[in-house]
Nanobody, 125 residues
Framework: VQLQASGGGLVQAGGSLTLSCAAS????????VAWFRQAPDKDREFVAA????????YYSASAKGRFTISRDNAKNTLYLRMNALKPEDTGVYFC???????????????????WGQGTQVTVSS
């Protein structure tokens, strides 16, 4: 599956953004999907994930309560709604997908074999 992220931009602290990740190929619907982010000079970190066939999302501690991950399988699209944004949310956001993720590895970037190119989110204070 090929992925293309979009929707990033510059927003003030407290504002909102919705990221999208358009997928091509027939395996999106059967894939676990996720968002990761990478701040300057930091490692890529897990943000949120949604397993195939399971509507219960997984969130990082920093994302929980502010971000919402969702998917529209009819449109082959993954979303990340981000509310109450903080300057520390600044970074490049990547979408990822894979058909073979076990629950114990859902937060591990190396478990995902398909990645989008990333979209920049900048939150000003």
């Amino acid at each position: 599956v090929q992925l293309q992220a979009s929707g990033g931009g510059l927003v003030q602290a407290g504002g909102s953004l919705t990221l999208s990740c358009a997928a091509s190929g027939s395996t999106f619907r059967a894939s676990t999907v996720a968002w990761f982010r990478q701040a300057p000079d930091k490692d890529r970190e897990f943000v949120a994930a949604l397993k195939y066939g399971n509507s219960n999302p997984y969130y990082s501690a920093s994302a929980k309560g502010r971000f919402t991950i969702s998917r529209d399988n009819a449109k082959n699209t993954l979303y990340l709604r981000m509310n109450a944004l903080k300057p520390e949310d600044t970074g490049v956001y990547f979408c990822a997908a894979d058909r073979s993720i076990i629950t114990g590895r859902i937060r591990e970037q190396h478990a995902y074999g398909n990645w989008g190119q990333g979209t920049q989110v900048t939150v000003s204070s």
